[in-house]
């Protein structure tokens, strides 16, 4: 006797062919569901933002009246290609993603391995470390404004005191030294984002590969390049691209201390799109100076990953 005949319990039978209705969970378009919140925010804050803006970049609109515009077609990419300035500020931009990238890569390289050998105060060293990152860039742009004040800054001290003070203390005010000044604060924000990534890299690196290879007589240099260089250098690659786009869109930190000065030093694509737009109040050519900037940063990111994979392919071989 079964248990429900014990306790009384009515059975349930199943009626022939009557079939158990799915789960929602186990449809086949149970992961489009989860995606469609993802989808919808990038379509609305993405997808149609991108598609006004090259509409407009087509268009003659002003900001004092951005609701009339007149078809101009390539007028505002000549007119913006054809300007001098233009073609300094992408050279300047260039100057700038390049250093930032190598700056911060490098400098977050370095640091890294320093931080994964073993010493005293190691944990401490690695929180410290994460604070320029997790400093807000307004806060980060102001400081360093401060520290390199031409009357009271710590830096014009020092330069004074080892005798490579700047003439007049005006950094910022110098076109030579402020896109090198301007440089050197952006790598120091972003290299403990790179130090941080790169060190959680080092750790997968087997250790038994360096023994192996320093058993073999291979010296330190030859060691890292044969075994952690080829467990890193993915990682390596994705900062490169990361730091890259973030390069190119940086806009605050350039802003709060430079505005693009003086005489343009600084003037990156963004600030020179943020100048056209509320400067000059042209939305079109605003809009141009932003396609230029969406098409380079296409083609850094169609560049990368066929670099990749033909780095991938060369491996497999």
């Given amino acids: ?87 300094r500020t992408l050279l300047i931009t260039f ?41 807000p860039g307004i806060a980060v742009a102001l400081i360093a404004t ?13 330069l004074d005191a080892v005798g490579l003070g700047v003439p007049g203390g005006a950094i910022l005010d110098s076109p030579r030294y402020a896109l090198p000044a301007v440089l050197a604060t952006t790598i120091w924000q972003l290299f403990p984002f790179t130090s941080v990534v790169l060190l959680s890299a080092l750790q997968a690196v087997p250790q038994e590969l360096n023994e192996a290879a320093t058993v073999d007589g291979a010296g330190r240099w030859d060691a890292f390049r044969a075994v952690t260089w080829q467990v890193i250098k993915p990682t ?35 600030i020179d799109l943020y100048s056209q737009a509320f400067d000059s109040k042209e939305l079109g050519s605003a809009a141009a100076i932003g396609m230029v900037g969406v098409v380079i940063s296409l083609i850094v ?4 990953r066929l670099v990749a994979r033909a780095a991938e392919k060369e491996d497999v071989r």
């Fill in 1 to 87: 006797m079964t248990v429900l005949e014990q306790t009384g319990a009515p059975k349930t039978t199943r009626r022939p062919g009557a079939r158990r209705r799915p789960s929602p969970l186990g449809s086949k378009w149970t992961p489009y569901l989860f995606l469609a919140p993802a989808a919808v925010f990038i379509l609305v804050f993405q997808a149609v933002p991108l598609a006004q803006e090259v509409y407009l970049s087509f268009t003659r609109t002003t900001l004092l009246n951005p609701t009339r515009s007149e078809w101009v077609g390539l007028e505002n990419f000549n007119r913006i290609f054809g300007d001098p300035d233009f073609h």
């Fill in 95 to 135: 100057v700038y993603v390049i250093a930032c990238v190598v700056g911060a890569v490098g400098s977050g390289l370095a640091v890294a391995l320093l931080l994964n050998r073993g010493f005293r105060g190691r944990g401490v060293a690695r929180a410290l470390i994460t604070v320029p990152w997790a400093a």
């Fill in 146 to 158: 401060w520290m390199l004040n031409a009357q009271y800054g710590i830096v014009n001290r020092f």
């Fill in 236 to 270: 390596v690659g994705l900062l490169a691209l990361l730091m890259t786009i973030w390069s190119l869109r940086r806009f605050e930190l350039i802003w709060l201390m430079t505005k693009g000065g003086p005489v343009g030093a600084t003037e990156t694509l963004v």
């Fill in 301 to 304: 990111i169609t560049g990368s």
